[in-house]
Every structure is written in C-alpha cells, then in structure tokens.
C-alpha cells in the first residue's frame, strides 16, 4: 500500500509538469506557425513594391499593343505603299505580327487567361484583314481599308473587348 501512495505521489507530482509541457507545445507551436506567416507577409510586402511598378508597365504595354492593333488605328497609321491587295494585306499582318512578338515577353507578367485574350484579339484581327481581303469587292488596299473601317463602325472590335478584361485586371491589382 505504501508503494501505491509512493507511485501515486510521483504522478502528482509529474502530472502538472506534463500539463505545463503540453500546453507550452501548442502554444509554441501556434506561436511558431504565427510569426513564420507574419515573415511570408512581409517578404511578399516587400516584393510587391517591386513587382507591382512591373506589372504595371506590362499592362501599359499590352494596352498600348492592342490599341495599335485595332484595325481603326491600325489602318490609318499603316498606308498602303502600292496598288496590289495581297501586298497590303501582308504589310498589315507582318505589322500586328511584329507588335505582338515584341511584346511576348510580357507575358509572364500577366494571367494566363489575359494573355490568351490578347493572343485571341490579335488572331481575330488578322483574320478579319485576311477575310476582308478575300472579298471580291475588295481589289484595292483602298476599299480594303474602307470596308474594314465600315465593318467596325457598329461593332466593338477584338481589341477593345481585351482592352476591357485587362482594364479589369490591372483594378484587381489594387
């Protein structure tokens, strides 16, 4: 009997020390889990300050990418420097093709479904020139021009529609 009293009074004994140990582990471990999120907080915080200024300027990029790919504009800063269709249509595409490829590289700066729009807004494009060109009363860089400005006259072209989702994108930014 006095074994058991002995055992029992060393359980008393441990008993609070293993209630202390066990609640300084959570407490700790809470505390541990905390601060490592307060420090992944304010290193994002920090690259956001860098990140955010080239984001930015992606957006500004792309904009100005698509604005100068809308046939609106497009077709009066791009003349036609001959009387043969086929070479003003190739001269526009080879146009939107350059605007694009020295813009690839921004890319990386936007979502995947932007850069999809912008890609898809680009293609439209060029198949709008490319079909319009294929229009038989078209057989002049002229009426060429005429008919895709008519075309647009009502409509909201490929560029403005991904003009909007990346206006849309650069608010969620802030």
Not at 34 to 46: A, H, M, S, T
Not at 160 to 171: G, M, N, P, Q, R
Request: hydrophobic residues 35%; aromatic residues 10%.
């Amino acid at each position: 009997m006095e074994e058991a009293t002995q055992i029992l009074s060393y359980v008393a004994y441990l008993l609070p020390a293993v209630v202390v140990g066990v609640i300084s582990y959570f407490f700790f471990k809470g505390h541990t889990a905390n601060e490592e999120g307060r420090r992944r907080y304010l290193i994002q915080k920090e690259a956001q300050k860098s990140v955010i200024p080239v984001r930015l300027q992606a957006y500004e990029r792309l904009t100005l990418f698509l604005e100068r790919i809308d046939p609106n504009k497009l077709l009066i800063r791009v003349k036609p420097y001959s009387d043969e269709l086929q070479e003003y249509e190739d001269l526009l595409i080879k146009n939107i093709d350059q605007e694009y490829e020295h813009n690839l590289s921004q890319q990386i700066y936007v979502s995947s479904e932007c850069w999809n729009l912008i890609t898809a807004a680009k293609n439209a494009t060029m198949q709008i020139i490319r079909q319009s060109g294929m229009n038989e009363k078209n057989d002049s860089p002229d009426k060429l021009r005429e008919y895709i400005l008519n075309h647009f006259m009502g409509e909201i072209t490929p560029s403005k529609k991904a003009l909007e989702y990346v206006s849309k994108e650069v608010k969620e930014l802030f």
